[in-house]
Structure formats: C-alpha cells, structure tokens
C-alpha cells in the first residue's frame, strides 16, 4: 500500500512539476523589463488598441474588442509589478509603476477623445458588461494572471499570452471609463474603472505567487522587517479590492436565488391543469401573478400564502389576478405589443421617407452637373416602389442631350434600389 503511494507521488510530481521546465531566469526579467516600457511603438500601439476597442463597444462588436485585446500592450507593466515584488528589484517596481500610470492615463484620455466625438451615444450591452464587477472578475483575473506568469517563466509558452489578455479583458474596462467621462456618468467611469484596479491586482499578485512558486532569486537587500512592511501593503490592498467586489457578488447571487424562489414558487403553488400562468412582476414586497383559465379557488391562494415562506417569500404579499381582470390585463398587453409594432412600422416609414427627401436634395445637386440637359428631378416613393420624376429642358436645340438610360443607371445605383423606375415630366 505504502508503495503505491509512493508511486501515485512520483507519477504527480513527474506531471505537475513546473522547475524541470523553468525558463532561465535573467531571460525572464530582461523580457519583463522590456515589456514594460511604454513609449515609441508600445504606446502608439496602445492608442491604436484603446480605439479599436472603443469602436467595438460602439457597435457592440465582440469581435472587434477581442481583436483590441490581442494587440494590446498593458500586460506588461502589470506583469512587471508582479515579479518586481517577487524578486525584490525595487527599480523594476518604480519603472513598471510609472509606465503603468501613464498607460492608464493615455489610454483613459483616448477613449474619452473618442467617445466625446462619436456619434453614437448609446450604452450597448458590451460596454454595460463592464460596470458591474463582482468576485468571478477577481477569479479571471488571478487565473488570467497565472497562466500568463507560467507561460512566461517557463518553456513550453504555446499561445497562453494572448489568450490571457482575451481572459483578463484589460482594455474594455478603460474604454468604458473613458465613455464615463464623456458622458458625465460616474457610476459608469467608477465601476469600469474598479474592474480595471481588480484586474491589475490581481494578474500582478498571480505573477507574484508564480515568482515564489518557481523560486525565482531574490535580488533585494533590504533589511527582514521593510520586506515584511511591503508584505502588509499589498496584504491591505487585496483586502481594499476585495470587499467592492465581494459586496456585488452577494447582491448578485440574493437576486438570483430570489428570481429562481419566485419562479419556483409560482410553477410549484399556482400551476394547474387548466390554468395558465401568463405572467408575473414584483414590484416592492408584492409577487403580482396573472392567471388566465380555470380560476385558481380562494382557498388555493390561501395554502399558496401560507407556503411562500418555504421559498424564501415569508415577506412577500401575494396578489393573484385573474378572471375579468387577467383578460384585461393580458388584452392591455397584446394592445400595448400591437401598439409598439405600428409604432415601429410607423417609425420606418417615416425614416423611408426622410431618406427619400434627403436623396432627392442630393440627387439633384449631382445630376445638374452630371446631366446637364435635365431641368429638374425628385425621388421617391410610389405604391412601393422608387420612382424618379425627371424634367428635362425643352424648347432649346442648344439643350445638351440626356441619355435617359444612362440617367436611369446613375440614378439605380445612387439610389441603392436596381428596380428604380424613371419617369418623364411635361
């Protein structure tokens, strides 16, 4: 049995050691070192990176954000924190401090550039992802940061760097402050921002414990007790940073487990054969439910009262509607979801014709110098159709001649419509 165990051990260690794979370690710190500066190229790369990703979160283009992440440079300042505090050189410290704070600010400053003269002012769900942060960001961030460290420090590094900077997602956070600033929406700039702080915190803490793990040399000389003060330092950072998050995170997790008791209850107590359950709300300390068919009897609402405490709902105030009322609430809500679809139609064909209106002024503007033998034109539309109603000038042999099919071509392809008709106007 002890053998087996001894087996078991030496076939683990033989799989998960990592010192057998080590990267040398002068070529570690100097290729950190390297990677955290920012000026020159790393710097107009990340100026590049912040706008493509502003543009994603624009128009809400996941791709297009995680490009900006793959070509991004922040990792290595954040890395360089890290194993500066791992190895004790206090001089890569300061510099990767330094370049860290000016590739915040530059980037912060470009996302808000962008977003101040952007057209699009819309909050889509992309950048909305950003603002909430909780302890699963903190999670991603620390295995981000580990494997970004093992990939760096070792030999086998495959493709683990860019998938790192998709993982951490350091440059939408940026962006989504930058549009806080812009907009003048703080709640925005702050929770973006406390995502970004949770990131860089905790990839440079992950890098750190590889350092220690991989037991890298120590280079500081400074006296037991200093070491042991920046040890509380960082110990009382982690704490900081933890206890926003951890706060989210347990309001997240109360507002799904209540959703999940509320639909649990409403399937379990209300559902019968008969009866359709057609919609439900909560609004304050009251579960409003509408019920349509069979009527669900006064004394099957009372035991369904009674059994809210079993899901968590003790003080929550049941309302059932039903009967006349649930017919006219669910009549209410077809008429107001007919409504909105008009609405909507409406909205397009007021569109259609603006765009029409619009194409017309431009049209005419081009075609006076394009053709010059036409008196007038308009664009629009007929019985579904486009229809251009063209003048051309009469009376005059001088007239320059207008080659109506040619006229007609032009016109299809400005107009984007291949079936544009054109009419002649006395």
Request: net charge neutral; proline share 3%.
């Amino acid at each position: 049995m002890k053998l087996n165990i001894r087996n078991i051990g030496k076939s683990l260690k033989y799989y998960f050691n990592l010192l057998s794979d080590k990267e040398d370690e002068r070529q570690v710190v100097e290729q950190v070192s390297a990677g955290v500066e920012f000026r020159g190229t790393n710097l107009w790369i990340l100026m590049c990176a912040i706008m493509i990703a502003s543009l994603g979160l624009n128009v809400n283009s996941t791709a297009v954000i995680i490009g900006a992440m793959l070509i991004s440079p922040l990792m290595g300042p954040i890395i360089g924190m890290g194993l500066s505090v791992g190895i004790g050189d206090f001089d890569l410290l300061k510099r990767a401090l330094k370049n860290y704070g000016v590739a915040t600010l530059i980037s912060v400053v470009t996302a808000t550039v962008y977003f101040l003269i952007s057209p699009l002012s819309e909050a889509r769900s992309e950048l909305l992802a950003r603002t909430s942060p909780s302890l699963y960001d903190v999670l991603i961030a620390f295995f981000g940061g580990a494997a970004g460290v093992l990939a760096l420090t070792t030999k086998s590094k495959g493709q683990v760097i860019p998938g790192v900077a998709i993982a951490t997602a350091l440059m939408p956070p940026l962006c989504t402050a930058g549009y806080g600033l812009a907009t003048a929406q703080w709640s925005y700039f702050f929770g973006a921002f406390y995502l970004f702080f949770i990131n860089t915190v905790f990839i440079a803490v992950a890098t750190f414990l590889g350092v220690k793990f991989l037991r890298f040399h120590t280079l500081s000389t400074l006296p037991p007790e200093r070491l042991q003060y920046g040890r509380r330092v960082i110990t009382v950072i982690l704490v900081i940073t933890l206890i926003p998050a951890a706060v989210m995170t347990v309001s997240i997790v109360r507002k799904n487990i209540f959703e999940r008791n509320v639909a649990s209850f409403v399937e379990r107590e209300l559902h019968q054969s008969g009866t359709q359950i057609i919609g439900r709300a909560v609004e304050h300390d009251t579960l409003r439910v509408v019920a349509v068919g069979r009527n669900i009897s006064d004394a099957e609402v009372s035991e369904a009262r009674n059994r809210m405490g079993y899901y968590g709902l003790k003080s929550m105030v049941l309302e059932v509607i039903q009967g006349a009322d649930a017919e006219l609430a669910a009549r209410f809500n077809s008429e107001m979801a007919a409504s909105e679809s008009r609405t909507a139609v409406l909205a397009r064909q007021l569109e259609e014709y603006t765009r029409y209106d619009t194409l017309s002024a431009h049209v005419a503007d081009e075609a006076g110098i394009l053709f010059p033998g036409m008196e007038s034109i308009a664009v629009g539309r007929v019985g579904g159709e486009t229809v251009a109603l063209v003048k051309i000038a009469d009376g005059d042999d001088n007239a320059p001649h207008v080659d109506l099919e040619q006229l007609q071509s032009w016109l299809r392809a400005r107009s984007g419509d291949e079936q544009l008709q054109l009419v002649l106007r006395q």
